[in-house]
């Protein structure tokens, strides 16, 4: 989540080209459901920022997910936190509910979008938690810190992982955008932004 000084919503074409692609790959009921999915998780974040009294500005849908822009002045450590966990906790209540009504795929969807969000990679939530808390507790350098480090050996962890299943499974090409953005990730924290 991000300052910004206008009301905005943008959608890039990243994000159309990924979800078509996907589709294609996948099918459009298994895309609507990762969509769903990612409404849900956002709705959570949103919730959470309007029963705070914050102001959200605006949302950015790119491939590499959604961003909203809040206004977090006044946001503590543990209420920035709450917010930060308020997406992959909707996730899991609606896996829940989803999976209490006999809708399975629905439900793992959910569950594999939350614990997705919950690695501890930046922008990833849990990236975003791990910096939160390890600050809260810690102080701001130490949280930094912890954040970079610990982000940095999950996020090249997981570009080496799905690299190895994409060998071992033929070359799955959907794992490939995956892989990259862990990469990525990991060269962020390693090297700086």
Do not use: Q
């Amino acid at each position: 989540m991000s300052p910004r000084s206008e009301r905005s919503f943008c959608v890039s074409f990243g994000f159309c080209l990924l979800t078509a692609w996907f589709a294609a790959v996948n099918g459009w009921r298994l895309t609507v459901l990762v969509l769903g999915a990612a409404a849900v998780h956002e709705l959570g974040h949103w919730s959470v920022l309007k029963a705070l009294g914050a102001r959200v500005l605006g949302l950015r849908i790119s491939a590499l997910g959604a961003v909203l822009a809040v206004d977090s002045r006044g946001l503590s450590y543990g209420k920035e936190l709450a917010v930060t966990l308020a997406g992959p906790a909707a996730n899991l209540l609606s896996a829940v509910v989803l999976a209490g009504a006999g809708m399975e795929t629905a439900a793992g969807v959910h569950i594999v979008l939350s614990a997705f969000n919950l690695l501890p990679i930046r922008p990833l939530d849990g990236g975003r938690a791990l910096h939160l808390a390890a600050s809260w507790l810690l102080g701001p350098a130490a949280g930094e810190a912890a954040a970079r480090w610990i982000g940095a050996v999950t996020a090249a962890g997981l570009a080496a992982g799905l690299y190895w299943v994409m060998v071992k499974s033929g070359g799955s090409l959907w794992l490939l955008p995956a892989a990259v953005g862990a990469l990525c990730a990991a060269g962020r924290e390693c090297f700086g932004k």
